[in-house]
Structures are given as structure tokens and as C-alpha cells.
């Protein structure tokens, strides 16, 4: 019932459902419960538990099992016949109100809206006796086929990585410095005092570019595809042959390059700039176009892999085979991705990276310090092209999967904002607010804010009187804050805030912000 099935199209979205929860549950229009129900933002499914759990008396007996698939395809059948009527949909709600219990009626509330963010976890899929199976999903992230498996009680079969066929890739961990003295040093010891290389960290989105023969995939780390938003890169790719492997994946992240100002525009760009790009259905015409910067290569096959493979790894370890590559280390992905990419400037490149090597493989004081000057300078340089940090990652580094690769001591990534004194203090003003998403507390108001400065540069070399001086917006803010504070936050500027009718930014809460 989560995964797609059959099409079923409901014409149900939060704002109705919660409206129909709203009357269900005779709760007063303009209360504050009835308001959390009809406005977006937030998980809604989990926002309505929170409403129904103290409110629904259904529960459930040992020996009771609940509503079988058949009841709740029946039920589901009947929300799509009513194909959006308010009034049959209000009659079918209030016998699902009183006949379900809380937990059930989340769920089924996730699956008429479409959501199907489970957040399955290896720990999870455990409790059903084998690894394997929990493997199994990290391989696919196909929770379709784990059922399938485990439906029919059959043997779990690991077939490794397979192009089209999504999974979680690799992750960084965060490495938090005390201080930016400290950070060369802490960063050599992350590394186990071995050879590693330093990779800038783009500002993109990361994507997992599939080819198998003449057809290609982009999907994002979550697994969706965003082929069609990328569409005119992806066939120039193909129809130029720029990949001469067979089949392959490939690991990197998708930018916007602008080509005016010679630099990678803001992630935010992205879909402006595909859109854009798509419409043109070139990007030779457009001073704008999508990058693809590509750091790593986790599969290869197809007919002509063996010879490629042998022909660039003269001698290799017999265990090390075509396909899935994660056994392989990092060094030797990255020499075989130089032989089967032709790069083209600003449209394919290579990661922007420096490799540190542990000079005669011993921790000397001067092979360490050496290093560590290294990381310095490389960071520094990093900082002063404007990128958003560095990511360091052994050269032996085989490649995991699944959310387990962040703590499995080979990425680490850096970043100033987790370097204790590296960053300035700036005082800003809140100029507007934007309504969180998610669970728990973030998806119960506003959790980000746009800020800006003033503008008190002198006209014609007379400073401006206060109320004449603009507010210029600098950026949006959404963390570094606890809950608790952002609690304190709301409630402060719920004091403060200006009629919906005043003019603001678009999409921020109450139109105009709050007063000084």
C-alpha cells in the first residue's frame, strides 16, 4: 500500500484532510489544534497523531489483529470513488475516525497523501532474522522488493550495485574543530596519520548519475529521479559519448555554472537554471548551464569494462572484479575514472582535489607537520575561492553505503561554520519568517528566518535619517538554534508581527515580517 500501486488518484490534499479532520473531530474552527490541522508545514500525519491519540478510543486487543489489506484496499477504493466530494469523504472519514485507532489512521492518512518517507533502518529489518535483508534494501532502497522477499519466504539474494537501480550513497562526517589552530591537527589524526586526498565541497546536489548502454539515469541521494530536470545535460552526455564504459555509476553532485562571472552559482539556482536550459533545449545559447562534477565511480560493467579495467590495472588483485566497485580503493576508482570520462570544461569535470601523501608511510614529526601545512593551506585556499568547505577522505577508502557510512572513519568533511572563532559575528535584523517542515516542533510554525542590514551609506555625502534607510535581505537563517530558543523566538515575535496585509517577501509568514 506505500509503494505505488494501481494509480490510485484520491484529490485529497493536507489542507482538505485537514479540514476533514478538523469537523470529525468537532474541534472549534479557531482553535489553535484546528489551525496546526489546516495550515501547511510540517509532517501532517504525525501532526494529526499528536491530535488523535488522546482523543481516539479504538484500540486494540491481543487476539485482535486489526483491518486486514483487504479491508483497507476496500476503504481506499471507496476515498477514490468519492473523487474529491466533501460531503462522502466526511462520511467515510468519521467511520475511519471511530473505527481506527490512532496509529492506523496515520498511516492510512500517509498513504492517501503519498508519503512514503518511512525511514526503514537496518535495525529495523533485522528483527525479520537475517542481515541479508537489511543488506538487500541498502542495495535498491526498493522496500517493493524487500516484500517481495520476504513474502515469499525466499532465500535473500545480494546482487551488489546495479546501474538503475537506486541506493543511499556514501556519507561525510562531520569533523567539529575546538578551534582554528587546532584544525590541520585534527584533521591529519581523522585520517590516521595515512595518505588521503582533500576534495573541495561544492555547494550542489548530490546525484548518482546511472548508464546502461544508451540509457541514463540522475537520481538523488533520497532516490528520486531527476532526470527530467536535468534532461539536456543528460542526452548531451550520451549522444557525446563523454562516458566510454558500457555501464557505469557514477557519484557527484550537479551545479549551475554561470558562465559571465566564471564561478558555480548558489545551490538555490538549480532548478531555475534546468528550467531554463530545458526550455532552451541547448545551453550554448545561455550564459548560464548545469554542471556535473563527478568524485567517484562505484560501478562498472558492460561489454567492454574487462578490457578497460585491464588495460588501466595491468596487475590488480583477482578479488577486485568488474561491477560493483565498492571494494575497491578510492585511488584506484579515481585512476579509472580519468580513463573513462572524457571531461568537457564546465559541463563534466573532475572534483577539484589535492592528494596528501605520508612520505615514507611513517608518522615522523616532519611527515605529520607536513600535512598538516597542507590541510591549511588547501582549506584556506578553499575558503578564499568561496567554497563551502573541504572534504577529506583516504586514498584506501573502499566505498559504503547507507547512512552506517558516515561513521565508518574514511569522509570527513569541514566546513567553517564547525571550526570554533573561525566565523565572524555579524548583527542582523529579522526581516521576515517561513513556516518549518517536518515533525515535531520545527513543523509547528515558523523555524526560518530571512535576515538583512541596514543601509546607512551616505547620499550624496549625507547619511540617511533611520526611518528613511532600507533594510537590505543577506540570506535566510533556519539552525543554530535549539528548540527551546526557537520557542522563545515565536513566542517574542508573535508580539511583533506586522498584518498580513503589509507587502513582503514572497512565501514569508504574515507577508511583511516584524517591526523594529
Not at 503589509?502 to 516584524?514: C, D, K, N, Q, V
Amino acid at each position: 500500500l506505500l509503494v505505488k500501486y494501481n494509480d490510485r488518484t484520491y484529490r485529497i490534499k493536507e489542507k482538505v484532510l485537514g479540514k476533514l479532520y478538523v469537523n470529525v473531530m468537532c474541534l472549534p474552527q479557531d482553535s489553535e489544534e484546528a489551525r496546526k490541522l489546516v495550515t501547511e508545514g510540517g509532517d501532517f500525519s504525525s501532526k494529526l497523531f499528536e491530535g488523535l491519540r488522546g482523543r481516539v478510543n479504538v484500540s486494540r486487543p491481543n487476539n485482535d489483529p486489526g483491518p486486514t489489506l483487504y479491508d483497507v484496499n476496500t476503504l481506499l477504493d471507496s476515498i477514490c470513488a468519492c473523487d474529491g466530494n466533501g460531503d462522502s469523504l466526511g462520511d467515510i472519514f468519521g467511520q475511519i475516525y471511530s473505527t481506527y485507532t490512532a496509529v492506523e489512521q496515520k498511516w492510512l492518512c500517509r498513504i492517501i497523501l503519498g508519503n512514503r518517507n518511512l525511514g526503514a533502518c537496518c535495525n529495523a529489518l533485522n528483527l525479520f532474522g537475517s542481515k541479508d535483508v537489511a543488506n538487500l534494501f541498502e542495495e535498491t532502497s526498493n522496500l517493493e522488493e524487500v516484500g517481495e522477499v520476504l513474502g515469499e519466504n525466499a532465500a535473500v539474494q545480494l546482487h551488489g550495485l546495479r546501474p538503475l537501480i537506486n541506493f543511499s550513497p556514501m556519507l561525510s562526517k562531520r569533523l567539529n574543530v575546538g578551534s582554528e589552530s587546532l584544525m590541520p591537527e585534527m584533521a591529519v589524526q581523522a585520517m590516521d596519520f595515512q595518505s588521503f586526498v582533500m576534495d573541495v565541497k561544492v555547494d550542489g546536489e548530490r546525484i548518482m548519475l546511472h548508464k546502461k548502454g544508451k540509457e541514463a539515469t540522475l537520481l538523488t541521494r533520497n532516490g528520486n529521479d531527476y532526470s527530467d530536470n536535468y534532461r539536456v545535460f543528460l542526452d548531451e552526455i550520451i549522444r557525446e559519448e563523454r562516458i566510454t564504459l558500457a555501464d557505469c555509476i557514477l557519484d557527484g553532485e550537479m551545479v549551475a555554472w554561470d558562465d559571465d562571472k566564471q564561478r558555480v552559482m548558489e545551490f538555490g539556482k538549480n532548478r531555475t537554471v534546468g528550467k531554463a536550459e530545458g526550455e532552451l533545449q541547448v545551453h550554448d545559447e545561455s550564459t548560464s548551464w548545469m554542471m556535473f562534477i563527478v568524485f567517484d565511480i562505484v560501478y562498472a560493467g558492460g561489454n567492454n569494462a574487462a578490457r578497460i579495467l585491464n588495460n588501466t590495472f595491468v596487475e590488480r588483485d583477482p578479488a577486485l572484479m568488474e561491477g560493483d566497485l565498492r571494494a575497491w580503493p578510492l585511488h584506484m576508482r579515481r585512476s579509472l575514472l580519468q580513463k573513462v570520462i572524457l571531461f568537457k570544461p564546465h559541463r563534466l569535470e573532475f572534483i577539484k582535489s589535492k592528494e596528501v601523501r605520508c612520505g615514507s608511510g611513517t608518522k615522523s614529526p616532519q611527515n605529520v607537520l607536513a600535512m598538516q601545512i597542507a590541510v591549511e593551506e588547501y582549506f584556506d585556499q578553499a575558503m578564499k575561492d568561496g567554497e563551502e568547505g573541504i572534504i577529506l577522505k583516504k586514498l584506501n577508502s573502499t566505498y559504503a553505503i547507507g547512512k552506517v557510512s558516515r561513521n565508518s572513519g574514511m569522509w570527513y568533511k569541514i566546513k567553517p561554520d564547525y571550526i570554533n572563532g573561525f566565523l565572524t559575528d555579524l548583527d542582523v535584523c529579522l526581516m521576515a519568517s517561513f513556516p518549518g517542515s517536518g515533525r515535531a516542533l520545527r513543523g509547528e510554525g515558523v523555524s526560518s528566518f530571512m535576515v538583512g542590514v541596514r543601509d546607512d551609506r551616505p547620499v550624496n555625502g549625507i547619511v540617511p535619517p533611520q526611518k528613511q534607510q532600507k533594510m537590505i535581505p543577506i540570506g535566510k537563517v533556519g539552525s543554530g538554534f535549539t528548540f527551546e530558543e526557537l520557542t522563545q523566538l515565536r513566542e517574542y515575535l508573535s508580539q511583533c508581527e506586522i498584518s498580513s496585509t503589509s507587502s513582503g517577501p514572497e512565501g514569508a509568514a504574515g507577508g511583511g515580517g516584524w517591526r523594529n
